[in-house]
Structure formats: C-alpha cells, structure tokens
C-alpha cells in the first residue's frame, strides 16, 4: 500500500510539472536565446605611472639604478646646491642588499627646526628648494643631507639615525626642504678622524679575509682616514669601468666580490658599495645613502626613474656626515660658465595624433644661436589649447633629457585630456649655461570607441526583436554622445543618434529563416576614432499554430488535460500491480532501513545548493538569483535592496512576471527578516519561481 501511494505522490508531481511548464510556454509565446555572459565594458589606461618613491621599500638591490626610462617623479624648483638628495640611509649589508636598521625610533615631525650637532662648524649656507611630485607618492620623501626644516602638508615621521623623512600616507603636494650646506676643505678633513656607529662597520663574514688584504694594500703609506678613502676611491675609479651593461653576478657569488674580482664593470652602487665594504674592512664606519642625483645648479628640473642613485657617508669628528662619491663621473666637476647662452627649440616631429589613454612620442633639436647643440639641458612637453591665453593651465605630458643637441620625450595622454585641438609645447629648461627656448606646433588629441551590439542571437521568423547599441572611449569607459551609428542587416541601413548614455536601440525583423549578420559601426569622426563589430543571427521557424487536432491536443490547455489522463491510466495499472504483487508476497528476511540520499534544489552550472534551513534555503535562491541578474544587466549593483532590485527587473519583463516578482521577493523578506517557520513547500516555490522568470526573462520586452 505505501508503494502504491508513494507512486501515485510521483504521479501528481509529475503532472503539475508537465502543467507549469505547458503554462509557462503559453504564456512566453516568443522565446529567444539571451547571452547570459554578457559583462560591462572595462575601462583599459595608456598611462605609464613613474616609479621609484613608491611605499616604505626596506633595501636597496646593488644595481637597482638600471631600469627603462620612464616619467617624471617629481619636480624641483630652485637650486638644490647639491646634487645628492636622500630618501634613507642604509648600514646593513648582505649578498648584495643594503637595509636599514630594524630598530629605529621614529619621531612625528610637525614642521619644527631640527637642531643641529652643536660640535659642527657654525660656518654654513642656508639653502631652500621646492619639491612638486608629479605622481602619488609614498614612504621616505626627498629631502637633503644636514636638512633642518620641512614644510608639508601631511603628517611626517622623522629618523634622525638615517636623517630621513617618512610620509605616513600618500601625498601629492608640494613642499619646501630648508637644509645646511658645509664645505670643508681638504686640510679640515685630513686633520679630522671618523666616527661613526658599530653597525657602520660591519662586514659579512665571508668578505672579510681576502677585502681586507686587498683594501690595506690600496691604502698602504696612508696615515689618515680621509686620505685612506681618497685612495679606496681613486683605486676604483682608476681600475673599474662604469658600464650599465654590466653583467649581473650569478646567484652563488656575492654582487661586490663579482665586482672586484670578475666583471670589473657596474653601476654607482657597484662602485660606492665597495667602497663601503672596504672602508669598513680597515676599521673606518661608512653608510649607504639611496636617493637621487641631480642637476645641484637648475632653477628648475624634473627628477626621472633612472636618476636613482646611491651614495656613501662618512661621519668626520667636530665636523658631521660628509659625502663621497666613488664613481668615475664624479671625479671632476666641469667648470661653471657665467654666461648664459640662448637656445632655440624646435619640434621636427611628433606622432600625427595623440590618443586618450595611450602614449605618444615628440622629437627634435635644441640649439644655440650659432647652431652649435646644447650638451645638457631637460624638456618638458605640454599640452594647451590656446598658447597666448595666460589664465590656462598648461597640462605637462612628458619630460626628457637633450643629449647632444636632440631630445626624444615619451608623453601620456591621460584620461584627465579631453579630445580637441591642442599646441604642442616643448620647452626647453634653463641651466646655468643656457637659455629657456619654446616650440608649439599644432597637436590633435584624439579617443579610440568601441562599439558594441546586445540582443538574442536566435531569433523567429517574422517577429520584431529589440536590439541596442552602445559606444564607449575605452580609456575610461566614458559613453560617447551624439555619435552618429550604422546599423547593417540584410539589405538595410540605419544611421541612429547616440543619447546621453552612448546608447541606441532599434526594432529588427528577419522575414526567411536562416543565418545572417548584424554589424554596426561608427566611421572616424572629428576627434573620434572608428569602430565596428558584428553578431551572427540565426532565425528559426516559430511553433506552429494550432490548426490541426494534433497539434490542438499538445498545446495549452489540452496538454493538461492529456497529462492527466495518462497520469490516472498509469496510476490504475500500478494499482493493479501492486495488488498482483502482494499477492504473490513470501516472508522475507527484514533487511536495514538505508535513508534516501539528500535531495538538492536549485542547481546552477552543476553546483548543488547546500542549506541547513529553508529560510536560509530561500535567501540563498534569491542571492543566486540576483548574482545571474547582475551578468545580464551591469546597471544591477550591490548596493540595491530587493525592491529596488524588483523594480530594475519590471521593465526588462512581461507583465507576467509582475506577480512572480512580488511573490519572489516577499519570499526572501519574510525569510530574511521574519521569525515565520518556512515548509519545504515554500522552499520549492520559490525554486520554481525563478525558473519560470528566467523563461520570461528570454522574450525581453514589456507587454
């Protein structure tokens, strides 16, 4: 008897299955295929952001001053008088890695002057300069040796072991470093000794031997410190090439031991961090400085990525830190000339245009009058809609080296750059030999657009199918307005307005079943760029009408009435035989009761729903719900609440579906914020719900 009910459970199951179904294509009518993968547009930056001060970085790589060229860090105004600017000093080396000490004691800086060790000199020069960053920045900020004041906006951390300054936060604005600038001479420096702390003379244990050898015999006949790290300096210089071509030491060897002993070629921190190592390997404390090198007499110049630079310390007794520099460029400085020659700038070529997002590239010449190149100099390259107009704003997109006479800038044009018709300004900076010079060709900033189609790629023959359109600039993902779109099907052309949005929509019909194509497209514009895309269409045969008893008898309602029939006719032979079989019954053996497997409702790419309540059952329907929403339509975001989100839905549905919308999301909020007990019933309502306003959901227009 419980086979015979459990059956005829089956049955009734199975025919409110058949009926729901056959109600849902009664009342869908046109169903086409939707794209359910469909995804907003991503937004893809040109930009090359600078690097170089970016995050409390705790080691510097020997070698680390070979990278590609890329854009201004920062922005200097004023001479520096010095060409060694600091971020942070290092005592602690190991296999090829400078860090700073671990156990420093950071101090909240405000603003206040910092006092000065009273044993050194009361003769010195008070220097002032102004430091722009030309990107976000963070951790330790440039300042300079012996710096005594800083005015900045946020808030500082300050080391007074490395004489360094730490930003707590991401910073952008300009501030002003205040340092003291002492000059010693040779005689004062002889007659001084060094002195430093126990960290600054320490040596891996594996490079003591044999670099202690090496720097007594470099120093040998010395009998000062200063005089003993002139000739640690010299000897490098006299016997080891500068070369960025160097070839890294292999992973077993350490980088200074390569160095001395093999390559014999590197970069300034192959050169200053020997002559750290073998300085301290004859008892004199000498410390790592990383910063950045720069013009010392400038009043104005931008600080690049390869200006990276790392330098020795010494701290002499009654004097304080002294710098010295171990690379062969620095030997000699080349003499100042007081006269100031004039330039002229010219632009000899460019990129035709410049697009949003992208980079772009500006060359040319700088010369003297007399048409001799100018040696050494910085351009900076701008953007300006009207060059005479004094009250704009001059937007700066790249800034390079003149080398020989010749400059080749790589600009951004970012995404802040509207599309127009702009001047091209190089400017050429002023350095204590030359004049500034300007050259301002003509410039078209342009944006590249992408268009794109959605709509059913399955369509009926003979009916009418909503289908948009949109373009975008893909360097932010900025609608594009009031561009003029060609949409191409079979033998039509339309030409549609994009609204303020970048979009468009339009009615299609296909009169022969098959497969064709859809394109739209926008040609070049002013200061747009062309785009296309096509989709493949398939058009099918409709169901057919009623017109004949078969068909009649399989559509809706009759195919209720034929499921049912078969139900009873099924459920009566069952009946009869299970009667036949207990009948034929033997006592048998009782055997274990083996429980059903659990049973999983609402499934979505394979993937059972795991619950441990129906209300939670409900809630996990909806949120699953919601997240396929969110594929169709990227309107749909996660702040919504379910009634906003019911409604976002209305418009893209059937009125049909009103009455399924409601009863989903009341569903969810008495499951959600209700104390009502929920019944298994609900649960598999709700599951049937969304299965019948996914069907809706495919014929994609509002009755």
């Given at each position: 008897m419980k086979r015979y009910l459990r059956l005829v459970a089956l049955l009734v199951v199975l025919t409110l299955s058949v009926g729901m179904l056959s109600s849902a294509i009664y009342i869908l009518g046109d169903i086409t295929r939707l794209d359910l993968d469909e995804s907003p547009p991503t937004s893809t930056l040109g930009l090359a952001e600078a690097q170089g001060l970016g995050g409390s970085e705790q080691e510097a790589q020997i070698g680390f001053e070979q990278q590609k060229p890329q854009g201004p860090v920062l922005r200097i105004r004023f001479s520096t008088r010095n060409k060694y600017l600091r971020r942070y000093a290092a005592y602690n080396y190991s296999n090829g890695f400078w860090n700073k000490p671990t156990d420093m004691v950071a101090t909240e800086y405000k603003g206040e002057l910092i006092p000065q060790d009273p044993s050194w000199p009361d003769t010195y020069t008070k220097v002032q300069f102004q430091i722009t960053p030309m990107v976000n920045l963070t951790g330790y900020i440039l300042s300079a040796q012996n710096t005594n004041n800083i005015t900045f906006s946020n808030s500082l951390n300050y080391y007074e072991e490395i004489q360094s300054f730490e930003a707590t936060e991401r910073y952008d604005d300009s501030y002003n470093v205040s340092y003291k600038l002492y000059e010693y001479s040779e005689a004062a420096l002889r007659t001084s000794h060094a002195i430093g702390p126990p960290e600054a003379l320490e040596v891996p244990r594996d490079l003591v031997s044999d670099l202690t050898l090496l720097a007594e015999s470099i120093v040998e006949g010395e009998l000062t410190d200063y005089g003993k790290l002139v000739a640690i300096r010299e000897y490098l210089i006299e016997n080891f090439e500068l070369n960025q071509e160097f070839t890294p030491a292999p992973s077993m060897i350490d980088p200074i031991r390569w160095f001395l002993y093999n390559q014999k070629a590197g970069v300034g921190s192959h050169f200053n961090s020997a002559f750290i190592v073998l300085a301290r390997c004859i008892g004199i404390p000498v410390r790592a400085v990383i910063g950045y090198k720069v013009n010392d007499k400038m009043e104005v110049q931008y600080v690049m990525p390869q200006q990276a630079y790392m330098w020795a310390e010494t701290e002499f007794e009654n004097l304080g830190w002294v710098t010295i520099d171990a690379t062969p460029v620095n030997l000699v400085d080349s003499e100042f000339n007081v006269t100031m020659q004039p330039t002229v700038t010219n632009i000899t070529g460019s990129d035709p245009i410049a697009i949003r997002g992208k980079q772009f590239n500006v060359w040319g010449t700088v010369q003297t009058l007399n048409g001799s190149a100018v040696k050494e100099s910085q351009v900076e390259v701008m953007l300006k809609m009207n060059k005479t107009d004094l009250n704009e704003t001059a937007l700066i997109v790249g800034v390079g080296f003149v080398e020989d006479g010749l400059f080749n800038v790589t600009c951004d044009a970012t995404t802040e750059i509207m599309v127009g018709d702009y001047n091209l300004i190089a400017h050429t900076l002023e350095t204590p030999n030359y004049k500034e010079s300007w050259s301002d060709p003509p410039l078209k900033v342009m944006a590249e657009t992408v268009v794109?189609?959605?709509?059913?790629?399955?369509?009926?023959?003979?009916?009418?199918?909503?289908?948009?359109?949109?373009?975008?600039?893909?360097?932010?993902?900025?609608?594009?307005?009031?561009?003029?779109?060609?949409?191409?099907?079979?033998?039509?052309?339309?030409i549609l307005t994009s609204d303020d949005y970048g979009k468009v929509s339009f009615l299609a019909m296909f009169p022969e079943n098959g497969k064709t194509n859809m394109s739209l497209g926008m040609p070049e514009a002013m200061y747009f760029l062309g785009s296309a895309t096509n989709m493949g269409i398939t058009v099918i045969i409709p169901p057919p009408d009623a017109n004949n008893i078969i068909a009649l008898l399989f559509t809706f309602p009759y195919n209720i009435g034929m499921a049912l029939t078969a139900a009873i006719g099924v459920g009566f032979y069952a009946a009869n035989r299970s009667r036949r079989i207990q009948d034929e019954i033997v006592d048998e053996e009782p055997r274990a009761r083996i429980e059903p497997k659990r049973e999983y409702i609402g499934y979505e790419d394979g993937v059972p729903l795991e619950y441990r309540s129906y209300e939670e059952g409900v809630v996990k329907l909806f949120n699953r719900f919601y997240v396929s929403m969110q594929r169709i339509y990227p309107d749909i975001d996660d702040t919504m609440t379910?009634?906003?989100?019911?409604?976002?839905?209305?418009?893209?549905l059937p009125m049909h579906a009103d009455a399924l919308l409601e009863d989903l999301v009341s569903?969810?909020?008495?499951?959600?914020?209700?104390?009502?007990?929920?019944?298994?019933?609900?649960?598999?309502?709700?599951?049937?719900?969304?299965?019948?306003?996914?069907?809706?959901?495919k014929n994609g227009k509002r009755d």
């Amino acid at each position: 008897m419980k086979r015979y009910l459990r059956l005829v459970a089956l049955l009734v199951v199975l025919t409110l299955s058949v009926g729901m179904l056959s109600s849902a294509i009664y009342i869908l009518g046109d169903i086409t295929r939707l794209d359910l993968d469909e995804s907003p547009p991503t937004s893809t930056l040109g930009l090359a952001e600078a690097q170089g001060l970016g995050g409390s970085e705790q080691e510097a790589q020997i070698g680390f001053e070979q990278q590609k060229p890329q854009g201004p860090v920062l922005r200097i105004r004023f001479s520096t008088r010095n060409k060694y600017l600091r971020r942070y000093a290092a005592y602690n080396y190991s296999n090829g890695f400078w860090n700073k000490p671990t156990d420093m004691v950071a101090t909240e800086y405000k603003g206040e002057l910092i006092p000065q060790d009273p044993s050194w000199p009361d003769t010195y020069t008070k220097v002032q300069f102004q430091i722009t960053p030309m990107v976000n920045l963070t951790g330790y900020i440039l300042s300079a040796q012996n710096t005594n004041n800083i005015t900045f906006s946020n808030s500082l951390n300050y080391y007074e072991e490395i004489q360094s300054f730490e930003a707590t936060e991401r910073y952008d604005d300009s501030y002003n470093v205040s340092y003291k600038l002492y000059e010693y001479s040779e005689a004062a420096l002889r007659t001084s000794h060094a002195i430093g702390p126990p960290e600054a003379l320490e040596v891996p244990r594996d490079l003591v031997s044999d670099l202690t050898l090496l720097a007594e015999s470099i120093v040998e006949g010395e009998l000062t410190d200063y005089g003993k790290l002139v000739a640690i300096r010299e000897y490098l210089i006299e016997n080891f090439e500068l070369n960025q071509e160097f070839t890294p030491a292999p992973s077993m060897i350490d980088p200074i031991r390569w160095f001395l002993y093999n390559q014999k070629a590197g970069v300034g921190s192959h050169f200053n961090s020997a002559f750290i190592v073998l300085a301290r390997c004859i008892g004199i404390p000498v410390r790592a400085v990383i910063g950045y090198k720069v013009n010392d007499k400038m009043e104005v110049q931008y600080v690049m990525p390869q200006q990276a630079y790392m330098w020795a310390e010494t701290e002499f007794e009654n004097l304080g830190w002294v710098t010295i520099d171990a690379t062969p460029v620095n030997l000699v400085d080349s003499e100042f000339n007081v006269t100031m020659q004039p330039t002229v700038t010219n632009i000899t070529g460019s990129d035709p245009i410049a697009i949003r997002g992208k980079q772009f590239n500006v060359w040319g010449t700088v010369q003297t009058l007399n048409g001799s190149a100018v040696k050494e100099s910085q351009v900076e390259v701008m953007l300006k809609m009207n060059k005479t107009d004094l009250n704009e704003t001059a937007l700066i997109v790249g800034v390079g080296f003149v080398e020989d006479g010749l400059f080749n800038v790589t600009c951004d044009a970012t995404t802040e750059i509207m599309v127009g018709d702009y001047n091209l300004i190089a400017h050429t900076l002023e350095t204590p030999n030359y004049k500034e010079s300007w050259s301002d060709p003509p410039l078209k900033v342009m944006a590249e657009t992408v268009v794109k189609i959605t709509g059913p790629r399955q369509v009926y023959q003979g009916r009418n199918i909503t289908y948009r359109g949109s373009i975008i600039d893909p360097s932010d993902g900025s609608p594009v307005i009031n561009a003029s779109l060609r949409i191409n099907y079979l033998d039509q052309e339309l030409i549609l307005t994009s609204d303020d949005y970048g979009k468009v929509s339009f009615l299609a019909m296909f009169p022969e079943n098959g497969k064709t194509n859809m394109s739209l497209g926008m040609p070049e514009a002013m200061y747009f760029l062309g785009s296309a895309t096509n989709m493949g269409i398939t058009v099918i045969i409709p169901p057919p009408d009623a017109n004949n008893i078969i068909a009649l008898l399989f559509t809706f309602p009759y195919n209720i009435g034929m499921a049912l029939t078969a139900a009873i006719g099924v459920g009566f032979y069952a009946a009869n035989r299970s009667r036949r079989i207990q009948d034929e019954i033997v006592d048998e053996e009782p055997r274990a009761r083996i429980e059903p497997k659990r049973e999983y409702i609402g499934y979505e790419d394979g993937v059972p729903l795991e619950y441990r309540s129906y209300e939670e059952g409900v809630v996990k329907l909806f949120n699953r719900f919601y997240v396929s929403m969110q594929r169709i339509y990227p309107d749909i975001d996660d702040t919504m609440t379910p009634r906003e989100f019911q409604y976002v839905l209305l418009d893209r549905l059937p009125m049909h579906a009103d009455a399924l919308l409601e009863d989903l999301v009341s569903s969810y909020e008495i499951a959600m914020y209700s104390n009502i007990t929920l019944s298994q019933e609900d649960f598999k309502r709700t599951n049937a719900t969304i299965e019948l306003v996914i069907e809706l959901m495919k014929n994609g227009k509002r009755d």
